[in-house]
C-alpha cells in the first residue's frame, strides 16, 4: 500500500524536531537538507515495497462456486473497430478446476497483427490455487511456449521463444499465494463483493508477476448480450512487480496501462460482462457475446 499520510505526517515531524535541536549555523541548514534527503527516500522505499499489504489475505469466499461453463468473448478497441475473439472453458471435475483459453486477432487487426494463442490451467477447486499452467502464443514470426509449474511456496516457469539463439532456462518466483489469471478471477468472485470493498491478489500470467486490486464501486444494470444485466461495476489497478533474488520487490506502475473497469454479473454466476482498460490511446474492452453452463 502507498504510504498513507498519517505515516508521512509522522516522519515530517520527527524531521522538523531533529531540525529544531541543532543550533542555528550552517550545520542546521546541512543537517536539515541531509535529513530530508534521508526521509523521501524511505518514503519512496516504502511506497514501492508495501504493496504486500494490498493484498488479500483473506481465505477464498463463501459464494458458490462456478459451475462449468463455457464462455465467448469479443475484443476491440474504442467500441471502433473489433479485433480479436476467445472462448474460455472452465470445467469442474472433482476437486478440480480444468481451464482452457483459445483465441486470436481477426480483421483489420490481424492483417497488422497476426496473434493466435491457447492457454491450460488445472487449478484446485476450493482454494483456486493453480496446480500447472501452459501456453503457447503464435505470432507472424515468432512463436512463444510459456509452462508453469506452481507449490506451496511460489512457482517455476519455463518460457522458450521460437526463434531464438539462447537456450530456455527455468525462472523462479518466491511467492504465495499467486495465481493464475482465471484463479485469480475465481478467488475475487468467492469474496462478498459489498460496494467499497477492495480485493488484493498477485497474479502469474506467464511472464511475470502483477499485483492487481479490485475495488466494487457500485451496483448498476449494463447492456450485454442484447439485454440488461445488473451487474457489480468494479475498477482495476494493476502494477507490474519486479522480481530479484527469486522475490518480488516492488510494485512499478504499467506504463500502458491506466486503469480499467470490469462489470460482473450480480446474480448466482458472477461472471465477467464487459472489460475497459484504459490505455495510452483509447481503450481496449472485451464484451461477453454468449455463454453456456455444461
Known sequence: MLMGAGSTSAKWEAFFRAVAAVPQSRDRRFFGCLLAACLLALAQTASASDWRSEVSDAPPGKFPDLPSIRLHYTFGWSNVIQAAHAEATIARVGDEYRTKVSGGTDGLARALWMLDAQHSALMLAGSDKPVRI?????????????????????????RRVTPSPGKAVWKRVNFSPMYDVIGGVLYVRSQPLKVGDSVGVVSFPGDSPYLAVVQVVKRETIRCMGRDWPALRLSLQIRKLTVRKDKPQEAVEYSKFHGGTVWVSDDALRIPLRAEVHVFVGFVYGQLQSYERL
Open 134 to 158: 501452459s501456453q503457447v502464443e503464435r505470432y507472424r514470426r515468432r512463436s512463444i511456449e510459456t509452462m508453469v509449474r506452481y507449490d506451496a511456496k511460489g512457482l517455476d516457469r519455463l
